[in-house]
Structures are given as C-alpha cells and as structure tokens.
C-alpha cells in the first residue's frame, strides 16, 4: 500500500468557521508534511512532523494547527482563515533515516480549500 | 539555502517525440539527491526519478531518464517517446542527504503533449 489519502476533496469555508483536514499514510512512514500549492506554482512546505514531533515549522500564521495523533495521521486544523488561504493542500510523508536524502515523498491528492 | 531553477514555463511536444525539461540548482552541499517529480492535471504528484549527487551515473526509468551534471549544478529530464499521459507538471526538487526533511522544489514546467 503506497496510498497516502485525503479528506475531504473539496471544502469551501467562511471566514469564522473552524474546520479540519485529515491525511492518511499505513506505510510506517515517521515523517509527514503539510504543504499549500496556489495554481501553476509549486508546493510550498508549511510543516513536518518526524516521529510525531513537530520538526519544521515554516513561519505559518497561527491560525492554521497541524496535529499528529499517531504516526499515521496528520490533521491540519483551521481557523478564521482569510480568501488568501484558498489552495490545494497537499500532505506527504516519508520514510525517516540515515540516508534521508534519498526518501522518496509519497503524496496525497490535496483538499482543494475555499475561503468565502 | 539552496535554490532550483527550472526555466522552462511551458513546453509542448508532439506525441512519440523526444523533450528535454531543464533544471539547475545551486547548494553548497557535497552530498544529496535530486528529483523529479510529475503532477498531472487534477491528479497527485508522483515522483519520475531520483539521482544522488555522488553517482557519476545517470539514473534512468524506462522512458525517463536524466543528464547529471554535478560540475554544472544542472539536471535535466529527457522523456523519449512521449505519450499523452506525460501531460503534466514536472517539479525539479533538491533535498540534501543530511539535515532536515525539507524538500526545495523549482517553480515548474507544464508540459503538453500533443496528440
């Protein structure tokens, strides 16, 4: 199983409204990623977690919360988003090691998010 | 820090013929990998090939195949006998072998083949 799934496809929110992204991986992957993509540009990392610890966090403003329950789930909460957060949110994860270069990232299908 | 450079916005190639996407980049590491990665349209990014810096040899998968030039900081991916379903963007990506997780990606080629 080389999957890495998504939910929901598509969410459309309001400004005030609180909602959450979920990723999936049961590839005992130990590293996962939240990256943004606007259209026609590339991903742009916003946070990983190695071992279910936040490792990187790329200066993202607080109204988006990454939560890692366990080492195969990744959830993105948001929170009094603005239109400008309005892309496709692509999770990842990986393998964690010695030659972490060379770790192929394992992409999910992204929610395509909404900010009305 | 580390920059990739891939300066080919859009490219179009007819269908069964050869293209050559470019990519540089440049890091003052000694030692890490090289990507492509492919996101057709509405669809997940997957990764075409992988290279790592210390192998003089040109990695290559089936019709895809890359031309490493350490010296150059250049990485090119040639796709011989192009079909349809190569339609996409292609992401030139560096990661250093030590270090963090993080992944420093180029801006882009859209690819079309035309059939």
């Known amino acids: 199983d080389t999957e890495v799934t998504q939910t929901p496809k598509h969410l459309v929110m309001g400004m005030t409204n609180k909602k959450s992204l979920k990723c999936e991986q049961h590839m005992g992957h130990r590293a996962m990623y939240w990256y943004k993509q606007k259209a026609k540009k590339p991903p742009e990392l916003m946070f990983v977690?190695?071992?279910?610890?936040?490792?990187i966090n790329e200066s993202v403003p607080s109204r988006f919360s990454p939560e890692c329950p366990n080492s195969s789930l990744l959830n993105l909460h948001l929170h009094a988003l603005q239109p400008e957060d309005s892309a496709l949110y692509l999770c990842?994860?990986?393998?964690?090691?010695?030659?972490?270069?060379?770790?192929?990232?394992?992409f999910g299908p992204g929610t395509r998010l909404t900010v009305t | 820090a580390q920059t990739v450079t891939q300066s080919q916005p859009e490219m179009s190639v007819q269908e069964a013929e050869t293209v050559t996407l470019s990519c540089t980049y440049d890091t003052s590491e000694s030692n890490y990998y090289l990507f492509w990665y492919k996101q057709p349209p509405s669809r997940q990014m997957i990764l075409v090939i992988r290279q790592e810096a210390y192998k003089q040899q040109n990695a290559t998968e089936n019709r895809f195949s890359v031309n490493f030039q350490k010296a150059a900081k250049s990485f090119s991916l040639k796709i011989s006998d192009s079909q349809l379903g190569d339609t996409a963007m292609y992401f030139c990506?560096?990661?250093?072998?030590?270090?963090?997780?993080?992944?420093?990606f180029g801006t882009g080629t859209r690819l079309t083949i035309i059939p």
């Open positions: 990842a994860s990986s393998q964690v090691g010695v030659r972490l270069g060379s770790y192929e990232q394992y």
């Open positions: 990506a560096f990661r250093p072998n030590f270090g963090n997780e993080k992944l420093t």
């Open positions: 977690y190695s071992y279910e610890k936040l490792s």
